[in-house]
């Protein structure tokens, strides 16, 4: 069998060319540390005329991060942590002449060191930095100690500003692709929803129709993440007012999260009145035809609600609401059949609200 051309390396360059999104920016993102930290390694040799200056590259690549909030936040945690590595193996070797004791009590202290948690993910290099000096025999050097520190510092202002000023990445294709999924999935489980409720008979695949709650509760936290990440993104960026920067699909995902809630109700109580046992029992078929019209409207009312340049028309959806609550204070179906009405009717009302307030 021949492999799909997009999920070979050349699709994956192929779209990465063509497309704006996640292939594209990765590269960019490793096209933008490699510049860094040649840039870094030319400037401390070349420049400066630092020797063998290991740390400027490596703290330049380390700081082209995912966001310009986070490539300023690791500047401060790399430098701050490398700089206490320094110190440390700086103080352990003034102290302890024996180099194998010197380097257990620097990675054992570095490593306690690092885990406070203002360091964050850079904690680890105490421990290693201060590993590295004491192996290299370049721990009882001063000279050699301000080296490592000023390389330090310089590779991570070169990562730093690499990040901040070429092309800062922004990720709008990512929140408008999870508000996308999202929609489409609420929207589907709704469809489904509503031929269950048409129907006599429980579906032949009542597992499988369970199971899309999990799938879109999965949805509904990827589309949270993608929101936090979209914002982050945009903070302290110089492009944040840039079209690809997902501040108009912002409102429509918030909208789409908020919708989740009652879906899962819905279903629940679905799934209850379906098994028919008291108190709460499925309604009478017209009181279901009309339940089941409404969730197809509001299926195709959350599509629309992915869609930051449209606004969902909710009139047909209003009036079939006002039809279903209108058999809830009239008798003619029984308490029982009214109780497991009520029930679905609840969440249905919730998410008209939502959408209401789109």
Request: contains cysteine; glycine residues 8%.
């Amino acid at each position: 069998m021949r492999p799909r051309l997009d999920r070979t390396p050349l699709g994956w360059a192929a779209r990465a060319i063509r497309v704006p999104g996640s292939e594209r920016r990765t590269a960019l993102q490793a096209g933008k540390a490699t510049v860094a930290a040649v840039a870094a390694w030319l400037l401390a040799t070349q420049v400066i005329g630092l020797s063998q200056p290991f740390l400027s590259p490596y703290a330049a690549v380390f700081l082209v991060e995912a966001t310009v909030y986070r490539s300023l936040l690791g500047w401060a945690q790399q430098v701050g942590s490398v700089t206490l590595g320094v110190l440390l193996a700086a103080g352990v070797s003034q102290l302890v002449p024996e180099q194998t004791v010197t380097l257990a009590l620097v990675v054992f202290v570095g490593l306690l060191v690092g885990s406070w948690r203002r360091l964050g993910s850079s904690g680890v290099w105490v421990g290693v930095t201060g590993m590295l000096l004491v192996t290299y025999g370049t721990a009882r050097s001063s000279e050699l100690l301000g080296d490592r520190l000023l390389e330090t510092a310089l590779g991570a202002a070169i990562g730093l500003a690499v990040n901040v000023l070429v092309f800062p990445p922004l990720y709008g294709e990512r929140v408008a692709a999870a508000a996308d999924r999202l929609a489409d999935a609420l929207a589907g489980l709704l469809e489904d929803t509503a031929e269950l409720v048409r129907s006599d008979e429980p579906p032949e695949d009542l597992d499988g129709w369970l199971g899309r709650i999990s799938d879109v509760r999965s949805l509904a936290r990827a589309a949270d993440d993608a929101s936090g990440l979209t914002r982050e993104g945009r903070y302290l960026n110089l492009r944040k007012r840039s079209r690809h920067s997902g501040v108009q699909y912002e409102r429509c995902l918030q909208t789409l999260s908020a919708l989740w809630p009652p879906v899962e109700q819905l279903v629940e109580a679905v799934r209850t009145t379906s098994e028919g046992r008291e108190p709460f029992v499925y309604p009478w078929p017209r009181a279901r035809e009309a339940l089941g019209e409404l969730l197809k409207e509001l299926a195709e009312a959350v599509r629309v609600a992915a869609n930051p340049d449209r606004e969902p028309d909710l009139e047909r959806c209003r009036s079939l609401v006002c039809q279903v609550e209108d058999r809830l204070v009239s008798s003619q179906d029984g308490v029982k059949a009214t109780l497991g009405l009520g029930a679905m009717a609840l969440p249905v009302r919730r998410l008209l609200r939502q959408l209401d307030q789109h």
